[in-house]
């Protein structure tokens, strides 16, 4: 059964698409629509099983930029794609809190920035986006409510701060309203004080729970409640002591609607941490310092929950963060290299793990070379962004998903056909980085001319092919024989010297003695005819 591939086509090697079920040890090969890039293996093999395995390969959009998958350690995530930018949330378990911005919580929303592929709550100190491990509450010891109130009546102070300690202790005892209740046996005030500021005395004092349940905030939260609403409404009126030893009055602070600066504070016990007025146990990669949870330095750790101190690394290894919570934490690191022409996520520049993966992104018009993975870890050789080949003409008889404008990827080859040419497959591809590249079809006329030059150069190579195998397979001639040697004749002596007649010297004289005696004659001859 043929493999699914989004955004792309499975093709048969020769070319040919793969439109349905194929026979065992075909292979196929992926090739992505324009825009898009294949991850993963080149091919893929029809088993016997009629399968083709794992094909783990996709069609990347090239445009498309991903934030790292985030880690939810022992909680849950959830992510919705659909919003822009992808937001998602990571809940602790139940009953489980950690501790964000001083507020206690059990959840965490965020969001991934598509120009950088960045979390929102990554940074150098959080290269890989770690979420806060989740823990337990504890019991406190006490809690605190700090609260500073307006009142008019009067311009100036009391005289003394314990007497205001002691009108609002007389206030709230003395209240019927349910919120107040918990003065008179686990709520005390602590601390009061007061200060002026133009016409307005305010009172700041302190209210602590030391007893009843202190579990949670309930009581202390019960009294704040009553507490704004009587102050809302302008109805809180505190009577404090006045004046000095000889002259002592009673003066009425009626509240003016102002309450701010409200505050929560808890005592907790050992190996845990004080979040405004709850307390919780310090979590993994965390300890115990003064009341709060610090988190463990780098180059040191916490695995056990409530820990007063962390433990340090060994050797030459640390961690590339804090709160660091397993000695698996302490490694050798690895720095994230910067990108020419794109970005790296986690960033540039980040200290993580060795063995790290790392992603690559490309700017605009440019890409990973064509079934390259834009991943590779920290310490290996990182992906390169190259310069996209552009389609600048496509022919109008190309049949082809291409037009004028398309980029394609180093080395990405895409097939077409030509609707004048039924048989024939074609192929452009980018070879050389920013290229510009055609789509382009043969035309008719060029067709029959390739086909006469074709026709041509094949006769002319049988031609060429016979003479050679005659020539080849002709009988060798066989070598002449030496020649003899030449004999040697006896030159006969020159005959006697004999003095010739007249007429043997004529006939004897070469050709121009013949002339000269022939003229001599043919004088004479005219010699004798005058004289006649």
């Given amino acids: 059964m043929l493999p699914k591939v989004k955004n792309g086509t499975f093709y048969i090697e020769d070319g040919l698409e793969a439109i349905q079920d194929v026979l065992y040890g075909t292979i196929l090969k992926p090739n992505c629509d324009d825009g898009f890039q294949r991850q993963g293996p080149d091919t893929v093999t029809c088993g016997a099983d009629g399968t083709f395995g794992a094909a783990n390969f996709e069609c990347v959009d090239l445009n498309v930029v991903t934030c790292p998958t985030l880690d939810s350690n022992f909680g849950t995530m959830e992510c ?8 998602c949330t990571y809940f602790c378990p139940a009953d489980n809190y950690f501790e964000l ?30 979420f806060p491990q989740c823990s337990v509450t504890d019991t406190a010891t006490y809690i605190t409510m700090t609260t500073k109130l307006g009142f008019s009546g009067a311009t100036t102070c009391p005289s003394s701060d314990a007497n205001i300690k002691s009108g609002l202790q007389t206030t709230f005892q003395s209240s019927s ?27 700041t004092f302190t209210v602590n729970q030391t007893s009843g349940d202190l579990s949670s905030d309930a009581v202390i939260s019960a009294f704040q409640t009553q507490l704004a609403s009587d102050v809302e409404e302008k109805k809180l009126a505190v009577t404090v002591t006045t004046g000095g030893k ?25 190996g845990s941490g004080s979040i405004g007025s709850k307390c919780l146990k310090c979590p993994t990669g965390t300890y115990e310092s003064d009341g709060n949870c610090e988190y463990c330095a780098k180059g040191s750790y916490s695995n ?28 050798n690191q690895c720095t994230v290299s910067s990108v020419t022409n794109g970005f790296a996520s986690p960033s540039a520049g980040y200290t993580v793990a060795q063995g790290t993966v790392i992603s690559t992104f490309c700017n605009s018009n440019y890409a990973i070379t064509f079934g390259g993975n834009n991943s590779a870890m920290c310490n290996s050789t990182q992906p390169t962004c190259k310069q ?26 895409v097939a077409y056909t ?15 980085t920013g ?4 789509v382009s079809c043969p035309s008719i006329t060029g067709l029959i001319i390739g086909v006469v030059f074709g026709v041509l150069f094949i006769t002319l190579a049988v031609i060429v092919s016979v003479r050679v195998y005659q020539i080849k397979t002709r009988p060798e001639t066989p070598p002449a024989p030496p020649p003899l040697p030449a004999r040697r004749e006896k030159t006969p002596p020159p005959p006697p010297e004999v003095t010739p007649d007249l007429k043997s010297r004529v006939l004897a004289a070469p050709g121009d003695a013949i002339g000269k005696v022939g003229n001599q004659m043919n004088q004479n001859l005219k010699r004798m005819s005058i004289n006649v």
Avoid at 108 to 128: E, F, G, I, R
Avoid at 192 to 201: H, I, K, L, N, R
Avoid at 389 to 409: F, H
Avoid at 435 to 438: A, C, H, K
């Fill in 177 to 203: 309203s349910s919120g107040y209740s918990c003065m008179k046996s686990s709520c005390a005030i602590s601390e009061a004080s007061c200060s002026v500021t133009g016409s307005v005395v305010y009172f």
């Fill in 101 to 130: 911005d001083d507020v206690m919580v059990s959840k965490q929303t965020v969001t991934c920035d598509s120009s950088t592929a960045k979390w929102s709550h990554m940074s150098s100190s959080n290269p890989l986006g770690t």
């Fill in 418 to 432: 030509c609707k004048n040419d039924e048989e024939g497959k074609f192929n452009v591809a980018c070879d050389v």
């Fill in 80 to 87: 919705d794609v659909t919003k822009d930018p992808v937001e």
């Fill in 435 to 438: 290229d510009e590249l055609s």
């Fill in 246 to 270: 000889r002259r002592k009055r009673d003066t009425s602070f009626t509240s003016n609607g102002e309450q701010s600066s409200t505050t929560y504070s808890s005592l907790c016990s050992s």
């Fill in 388 to 413: 996209m080949c552009t389609v600048k003409k496509v022919s109008g008889d190309a049949d082809t998903t291409l037009k004028t404008g398309s980029e394609l990827a180093m080395n990405q080859k």
């Fill in 304 to 331: 056990t929950a409530g820990s007063t101190s962390c433990t340090s690394c060994s050797g030459s290894l640390t961690t590339i963060t804090t709160g660091s919570d397993s000695i698996t934490d302490c490694i």
